[in-house]
Every structure is written in C-alpha cells, then in structure tokens.
C-alpha cells in the first residue's frame, strides 16, 4: 500500500513537474514568441523610422536641390539682370550721345546732308557721337557726358537772324527748374505712392474700355452727339499751323483729327474703321502737309505717308476731276522715283484738261519726267513749248540751258540746234566785263563751274535729276573729258596738246571741296545709295575724316550761335583760331602787296628797258635819216651843178651830133 501510495505520489509529482515542465515551457514558448513579437516590432519600428529618415533624407536631398536650383536661377536671373542693366545702361548712354549729337547735327548740316550722311549706315552712329565729342572739346566748361544743358530752342528761334545779333543782345539764358524731393513738404511722396499703389484694371465697359466693340460703340456716340466738332478743332489748329510753316506739329494736328473721325457704320457692323468716313479734303491736306514736312526734312517716311494718303483722297471721285490734285500726287510719284506713273498723270492733265490755269507748269513738269525717263526728244518738245511761258521760280536761262542739254543729249540730229541753245544761253548769262572770264559759249560749257553753278540752281529747286545731271558732267570736264559735242578727232588733238604743253591741270586743284558733297547729296534724294555712300566715302577722304569736317563746320559758326546754345561766352579755340586767321590773312594781304609790288617794280624795268632800247632805234634811226638827207643833199647839190655845165655846152653838142651822129663825151663813144 505504502508502495503503491509512493507510486502515486510519485506519479502525483510526476505530473505536477509535467504540468510545472509544461508551464514553464509554455512560459518559455510564450515569453520567446513575445521576445520574438517584442524584436519584430521593433525592427519593424527601426525600419520604419529608417525608412522615414531616407524618405526625409531624400526630400532634404530633394528639396536642398530645389533651392540650390532654385539659388542657381536666383544667381543667374540677378547675372542676367544686372547685364542687362549694364546693357541698359550702355544702350541709354549711347542713345543720349545719339539724341544730343542728332540735335547738333540739325545745326552743322542740311537737311539733304543728313540724308546723305544716314545712307552710311554703319558710321551714322559714330557720327552722331563725334558731334558731341567735338563741342565738348571746343566748349571746355560743358561738363560731364550727354545730356548737356543746351538750348536749342533759342538757337531755333534766332537761326534767321542770328548773323545780324551780337552777344550782348542775346537774352540770358533760362534758369533751370530746381529740383526738390516732395518729403522737403508732404510726409509721404504721392508720386512714389502713386507708383506703388496697385493700378486698377481698366473697366470692360464705358469711354475707357479696352474691349473694341465697346471702343466702337463709344466712337459711334460721340460722332452722332457731337458730330464733326471734335475732330474739327484739331483739324483748324493743323491749317493754321501749316499755314505758319510749322509742318511736323501741322501733320500731328491733321493726323489726329483724321483718326478722330475713322468710326464704325451703325448699319454694317463687320466694317472695319477705314478712311471712307474722313472729308477728302482733309486727307488732301493732310497729304499736301507730309509733302511739305519732306521737302524740310528730307524724311522718306513722310513721303511714304503722304502717298499714302493722297491715295485715300484719290478714292473720292470729287478729286479725281481736279486737275490741282491730280499735279500735287505726279509731283509726290516724281519724288519717290515713280516717273512712269508721274509722266501718266501729268499726260492725262494735258490732254483731259486744256484749259488748265497752271497748264505751263504741267508741261513743263512733264517735260522733268521725260528727262528722267531718257525720252529726250518728247522731253525737247515739252521744254521747248514753255520757253516763252517761264513757270514760277524758273528764269528763261534756266529754262534754255535745259533745252540745250536736251539736244545735246538727242545725238547728232539737233546737234546744231543745241548750239544755238548754248549760245543763247550763253549771251543770257554772261553780260558786259563777264565776257572777258570765257571769250565763247564753247569754252564757257567747258569750264567746270558753269555746271557747278547750273547744279546748284536745279538743287535749289529740288530738281535732282538735272542736277545729278550738270554734275556728272562737272566731274566729266574736272577730268578733261571731252563733250558730246566734241568729235573723236578734236578730243584727240586736244589731248596731245595738253600733253605736249604740259598744261594738263591735276583734276584736284580744279576740284571744289563740296563736290562730292554735292554729288552724295544729289543721289541720296534720288534714293540711290551705293552712290551715295561712295561719294560721301570720297568727300571724308578728301577732307581728313568726319571729324575734320564737323570741326571745319563748328570753326565756320556765327560767335552769337555758341552763347545762344551754351549760354556761355565764345570759347577760346574759336577766337584763337579766328585770331590766326586773321594773321594768316594779313600776312596773305602783306605777301601779296609785296608779290605785286615786285611785280610792277619787274614791268617797270622792262618798260625802262623797251624805252631805252626804243631811245637808241630811236636815235639811230634819226641819224640815219640825217645821213640819207645829207647824202640826197648832196646829189641834188651835184645835179645842179651838172645841170648847168650841161646847158652851156649844149650848142656845141647839138651841132656835133647833127654832123657825126655820134656824142664824143658819151661813154659808148669813150668805148
């Protein structure tokens, strides 16, 4: 029993260390799984916040690269920036230096100079700068770089008369405006604040829409309310500003009035402002205006312009009946260059409109266009038919000389009729002593300033083509080439004259220095540029560079014009140079006084020496004449004495010869 009771103990013990073994196994098992779930959360922890602090290292990687990118375009935008502020800089520098030297160049130059000197497109800037450059070197106390303080008002309003001013009737120069900052009286700025306030954004409907139906309904409201009025004003201001000859201001006025009267039709709403609704007149006028304003300037934009709007006017079939209208648009076509339209006009004027009070003018105009277009002989007849009928602004000597040129250009056929043309215009021009510089109208249209001269009379009047003409044939005779007049064999023949009297004059000394001015000048209205340029190449040459020649046109001001521009006395190079030119010029005068001095003293010799040379012929020959008198003397003398011996023996000589037949004292019977 005891066994068996110890067998179940032990059995019990077994049991309870199974179930303790169990327990703790279980224990273990759990305490392991929860180590396990412990270890497994944490590493799920750990890579969690592992992979949070890669994901914030990539957006700090991320986003350190936005803003080292962003920095980059921050760096580069500033770089870009501040060069273009530099560039802004340079470009506002340059386009004071610019503007001011645009500003003198209207004073230094004319306005078919300018023309001629912007055909050099890639020197025109460098010029304008040398004209600034230039005065401050004369004008010593202008101070700092473009813009200068200059008054070119003054000068403007003075140009006409400023050679008859002196510097004590120049009125003082206006003080400039003083400058103040708006804090020395406000507490805040009201043109910073206006600046910095934010500007409203313009109103989709009313007067002040940028919506162009709305623009247009406006446009509609104002022409039916007011009518004309509005653009009448501007358009009266525009006549009386043309008629006072302030043409820039006038085609503002006009241009304004104009655009003030161009408004959408109520009953087609599609219709696109035109120039329909515009009076044709003002358009004329307009036109008429933009022409004049380029015979100032010598602008092709406003020629442009004008054509243009003479071409609205031309839409109205009130003008196309108006002769006046019909000459003012040929005369803007001839401008441009078109001669062929221009000769179509002036053609249909002739023939449609006969009785035409200005009809002597339009022949004659066509006659112009004819020339231009090398009809030479159509071109005679049209000039030849004004001859007697001289149109306004012409003399008849320019009107002959033209014909003359004309024939002379025909060829052989009115060769002899282009003579006489000549001489007529020669006996037209040279009157009493003049005749003693050319002794023939053949010498006289040889000589190099006769169509120098005739140049500058048709570039007077804006005739380029003839005078583009008379100076080609300048710089012909300039270098001994012969005329169309001239035969082949006398052109040869004067050539080896010239060559073996050695009188072959260098074309430079026969030149005049504003030749090439002049031929520039002339080709650049005529729109041709390589001319142009090569000419103006060659007048720059010639004279030492452009600035040679802005210091020649500044040294050549009148000394009121420097206080009227700098409100400063005359600098002191100018009177120094004028100064020497001065002395240069007495001691000329002086040179010359003793040249000719000399130069009687050396004719007074000969003649002392022809008289005393005379003197001694003189006295010979009155001795030979005493010894001729004293020798017919004598023999008369001898012829007397033997006259008388001869009467006495006459007798006796007589009776002899009866008887022999024969004289004794005669030498045959001596014999």
């Known amino acids: 029993m005891q066994q068996l009771a110890d067998q179940v103990a032990n059995k019990q013990k077994d049991r309870l260390q199974e179930a303790r073994n169990r327990k703790l196994m279980y224990d273990e098992e759990t305490r392991q799984c929860r180590v396990q779930q412990a270890q497994l959360q944490l590493d799920r922890i750990l890579e969690k916040r592992e992979r949070e602090a890669m994901d914030e290292e990539d957006r700090r990687a991320q986003s350190r690269g936005a803003i080292e990118t962003r920095l980059h375009k921050k760096r580069v935008r500033e770089k870009r920036n501040l060069r273009m502020m530099k560039e802004d800089v340079v470009t506002m520098e340059r386009q004071d230096w610019e503007v001011e030297g645009t500003q003198l160049e209207k004073l230094l130059w004319s306005s078919q100079e300018i023309a001629a000197l912007r055909h050099m497109v890639v020197d025109y800037p460098m010029f304008l700068r040398v004209n600034v450059e230039v005065l401050l070197e004369f004008a010593e106390k202008l101070k700092g770089p473009p813009p200068l303080n200059l008054d070119y008002e003054a000068v403007a309003a003075n140009l006409s008369i400023e050679y008859t001013l002196t510097e004590e009737m120049v009125p003082a120069k206006k003080r400039k405006l003083r400058k103040f900052f708006y804090h020395e009286f406000y507490e805040e700025d009201p043109i910073m604040e206006r600046i910095y306030r934010r500007r409203k954004s313009p109103p989709s409907t009313g007067p002040g829409s940028t919506n162009q139906l709305t623009r247009d309904r406006w446009k509609r409201v104002a022409a039916h309310f007011l009518g004309r009025s509005w653009g009448s004003e501007a358009s009266r201001k525009g006549f009386a500003l043309m008629h006072n000859g302030q043409y820039e201001e006038a085609c503002r006025c006009l241009l304004e009035a104009v655009h003030s009267m161009q408004y959408t039709r109520f009953e087609d709403r599609s219709v696109t402002c035109s120039h329909q609704d515009v009076p044709p007149a003002l358009l004329r ?347 017919a003397v004598q023999n008369c003398t001898s012829i007397l004495s033997e006259e008388a011996g001869l009467k006495n023996c006459s007798a006796e000589e007589d009776s002899e010869i009866v008887v022999t037949g024969v004289d004794q004292k005669s030498p045959r019977s001596e014999d």
């Open 285 to 631: 006028q307009l036109g008429r205006c933009l022409l004049k304003q380029y015979e100032v300037s010598s602008e092709w934009g406003y020629l442009s312009k004008s054509l243009f709007f003479f071409q609205q006017a031309s839409t109205h079939l009130v003008f196309l009946s108006n002769p006046s209208f019909l000459q003012e648009i040929a005369y803007a076509l001839e401008m441009n260059g078109d001669y062929r339209h221009a000769a179509e006009i002036l053609g249909g004027i002739i023939s449609c409109f006969p009785r035409y009070g200005r009809l002597m003018e339009v022949i004659f105009r066509a006659g112009i266009v004819m020339f231009s277009l090398k009809m030479f002989r159509q071109s005679r007849e049209y000039v030849l038919h004004t001859t007697d009928a001289a149109p306004f602004g012409w003399e008849s000597f320019d009107i002959v000389f033209l014909a003359a040129r004309i024939m002379e250009l025909e060829g052989k056929s009115s060769r002899s009729l282009c003579a006489v043309a000549y001489d007529d215009a020669y006996r037209k021009t040279y009157r009493g002593n003049l005749h003693y510089v050319h002794r023939t109208w053949q010498e006289w249209i040889k000589a190099p300033e006769t169509w120098r001269e005739v140049g500058d009379r048709y570039f007077e009047q804006r005739e380029y083509v003839l005078a583009k003409d008379a100076y080609l044939v300048m710089r012909k005779r300039q270098t001994h080439k012969p005329s169309e007049l001239t035969s082949k064999r006398q052109a040869v023949m004067a050539a080896l004259r010239r060559q073996q009297t050695q009188q072959d004059i260098a074309a430079v000394s026969r030149l005049d220095d504003s030749d090439w001015m002049r031929l520039s000048c002339t080709f650049a209205m005529l729109n041709d540029r390589s001319t142009a340029v090569t000419a103006m190449s060659n007048w720059l040459i010639t004279g030492g560079g452009y600035r040679a020649r802005v210091t020649e046109r500044f040294l050549h001001w009148p000394l009121v014009r420097w206080k009227l521009l700098t409100g400063m006395s005359t600098p002191t190079k100018i009177l120094q140079w004028l100064e020497d030119q001065r002395i240069a010029k007495a001691q000329a005068e002086a040179q010359s006084r003793l040249e000719r001095e000399a130069r009687r003293q050396e004719i007074l010799r000969q003649r002392r020496e022809r008289s005393y040379f005379g003197m001694q012929a003189w006295e010979s020959t009155e001795e030979e004449k005493q010894e001729l008198d004293e020798q």
